[in-house]
């Protein structure tokens, strides 16, 4: 199957349509202040509006109070919450709508133990881990840290671009893919032809399966 595309970090209605016209099948909303991606509850909704049918909408969290998310899913379209913060297991899953839990990865981090305890993940998303930021760095990590028998779908993002995703596919054959910084113009402004070129870097890398090493 191949991997899906998401596309995360957007602050422009245009820059969405523009990433779903040209074949991305999620967008990423980072509702986390710090980051530069920010958008509020009425720019979210702006964006969402400009989506044409059967694009997920994914919310991203950093160690969010319960009443900042239930306030985003009272107001904007969500399919999929992404936690990218310390949440623990039992409050990614009590919002009743599908997660996805992001990791932080280095030497050491255990990925199947936390495979087993976000359990009901929709994915496990793996992420460079640098110190004193939460995500969205552009840095790639170690992919041969992640087991090859993930027990949950892996989303892997850290760093993609479109010079090096297609031998990240073909080295751990994840579920889905996700950037941020690796197809943008300027911070939270992304770039059509980034985004165009990364997304046919990822469609070439999986014509080629004779290279692919995960297990379908
Ligand atoms: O995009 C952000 O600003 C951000 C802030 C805090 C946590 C996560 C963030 N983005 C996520 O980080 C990864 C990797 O991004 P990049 O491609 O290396 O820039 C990705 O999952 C984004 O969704």
């Given at each position: ?105 280095q ?20 992420d ?22 993930l ?61 692919s090493?995960?297990?379908?």
């Open positions: 199957m191949s991997a899906r595309i998401k596309i995360c970090g957007f602050t422009r209605p245009e820059d969405a349509l523009a990433a779903a016209r040209l074949g991305a099948d999620a967008i990423g909303l980072v509702f986390y202040a710090p980051s530069p991606r920010h958008v509020s509850i009425a720019q979210a909704q702006a964006i969402i509006a400009a989506l044409p049918p059967f694009v997920s909408v994914v919310a991203l969290f950093v160690n969010a109070s319960r009443e900042e998310v239930e306030n985003v899913l009272a107001h904007c379209a969500i399919d999929i919450l992404q936690f990218h913060g310390e949440e623990s297991p039992e409050f990614c899953r009590s919002f009743q709508r599908p997660y996805l839990k992001a990791v932080r990865v030497p050491g981090t255990d990925l199947m133990a936390l495979a087993a305890q976000y359990h009901d993940a929709r994915g496990l998303l793996t460079a881990f640098v110190e004193g930021a939460h995500g969205g760095t552009g840095k790639t990590f170690d992919w041969t840290l992640i087991p090859p028998q027990p949950l779908p892996l989303v892997l993002s850290g760093g993609l671009d479109e010079h090096n995703v297609a031998a990240a596919v073909a080295r751990v054959s994840p579920a889905a893919v996700d950037v941020s910084s690796g197809v943008e113009s300027g911070k939270g402004i992304k770039s059509p032809q980034r985004m165009a070129s990364f997304i046919a870097a990822v469609r070439a890398a999986q014509n080629d399966v004779s290279i090493m995960r297990p379908v």
